[in-house]
């Protein structure tokens, strides 16, 4: 069964936004918080202060500042929106393990952003955790061809304060719901490396101790393969896991699956990525969804398994969550489980991921199908 009514006011104290036309005050680094409070005449560490209620709190106003002067609070309102987007509805799937928000932009764009939630492990080991999965654009150029938010095409990037304040929102949220969000996967809307300053930069002050205080190594940024970025994340001083949407390990298949293929191929894909883990050290995530007839076939593990060779890698293996306009299906289990074998016995990594929140359309590839139907309908 699913729940679709949206749940009135289910998320902390959702803030209408007021003054759409201002910034968001999460559009601002920590060093650009300083110079605006030196500029409105009070001492840089005011600037700490502000970003404690942004980042650690759950008040939903400049207002509820309550150590700051009360001309600073009215500064700061008249120039700065506490929050970059407002809660248009929200869905909760029937277990209460997936929790789905479409949030609203400023122009009337919408993006989706999930909360998954994993219990303790049945044998009792482990802690509960809840991990986030934002978005990066409105819509994606890259199209993949079994992703809902690939058919939408593409409206914009999103900026710094529009990425973190999805993260924000369900961050006040989990202060209140336990348990606290521990993971943020750079996964939903759009292609985190074709919008590369804003999704660093809302990186940056998540795992800022000044801000958000975030471990940097729980952000996974995801990509289909765009190597400038991926040459780029290679050099910055963040050290973010990346994963990479692979799919296919031939380029044929590949280049029908995900178009950007044609432009960087696998042996280029693999390169850059050999390139990543040289010089950081870090294991590279695969992430493979599993197309009944497309992509399951034995022979193309064995091409995976041959790929992969001399690099450190992790591959997720996850049945394609269905799309109503797209007419791909998922692997059958004992399908995904032959192929998860043929990569265990060449000793790769590989986990079979769960599925969260498909009742609602919140898994990986569904988001924005649903509004997309609402407003069309309307
Ligand atoms: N653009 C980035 C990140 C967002 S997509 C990327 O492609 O990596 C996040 C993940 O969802 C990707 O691994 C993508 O391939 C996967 N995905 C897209 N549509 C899907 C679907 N219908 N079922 C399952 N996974 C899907
Ligand atoms: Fe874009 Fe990722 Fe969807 Fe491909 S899978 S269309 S890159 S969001």
Request: hydrophobic residues 40%; proline residues 7%; charged residues 20%.
């Amino acid at each position: 069964m699913t729940i679709s009514a949206p749940i009135s006011a289910p998320v902390g104290r959702p803030a209408p936004i007021d003054g759409a036309s201002l910034p968001p005050i999460t559009d601002l680094s920590l060093a650009e918080l300083r110079f605006l409070v030196t500029e409105l005449g009070q001492p840089a560490l005011r600037a700490e202060q502000i970003s404690g209620w942004v980042y650690r709190s759950t008040i939903a106003s400049f207002e509820e500042m309550s150590n700051l002067p009360k001309t600073l609070r009215t500064a700061l309102a008249e120039r700065y929106r506490f929050v970059a987007l407002d809660q248009r509805s929200a869905l909760l799937s029937v277990d209460g393990e997936t929790r789905k928000v479409a949030l609203a932009l400023a122009d009337g764009e919408t993006v989706e952003s999930v909360l998954m939630r994993y219990p303790q492990r049945s044998d009792g080991t482990g802690s509960e955790r809840a991990t986030l999965c934002v978005s990066t654009q409105v819509g994606c150029p890259v199209k993949c061809a079994f992703c809902a938010t690939g058919l939408m095409g593409f409206a914009r990037n999103l900026s710094s304060g529009e990425i973190l304040d999805q993260a924000l929102h369900f961050l006040r949220w989990t202060r209140q719901n336990p348990p606290i969000v521990r993971n943020v996967v750079f996964m939903g809307m759009g292609e985190p490396l074709l919008n590369y300053e804003n999704t660093m930069a809302a990186i940056d002050r998540l795992v800022d101790p000044k801000c958000a205080g975030m471990g940097v190594h729980r952000m996974t940024v995801s990509t289909s393969g765009w190597i400038p970025g991926i040459t780029r994340l290679t050099e910055d001083p963040l050290a973010v896991r990346l994963a990479v949407s692979l799919h296919a390990a031939n380029d044929d298949l590949r280049t029908c699956l995900v178009p950007l293929n044609k432009r960087f191929p696998i042996a280029d894909l693999m390169d850059a990525l050999h390139e990543y883990q040289s010089k950081t050290g870090r294991r590279v995530t695969f992430e493979y969804t599993m197309l009944d007839g497309v992509n399951d076939a034995p022979n193309l593990a064995h091409q995976l398994v041959s790929l992969l060779r001399g690099l450190d890698s992790h591959v997720n293996l996850m049945p394609m969550n269905p799309v109503a306009e797209i007419p791909f299906a998922p692997s059958p289990w004992p399908v995904v489980e032959d192929f998860h074998s043929i990569l265990r016995a060449a000793g790769i990594i590989c986990t079979v991921r769960r599925q969260m929140g498909r009742d609602i359309k919140a898994a990986c590839g569904q988001l924005y199908a649903d509004l997309k139907r609402t407003s069309n309908s309307a």
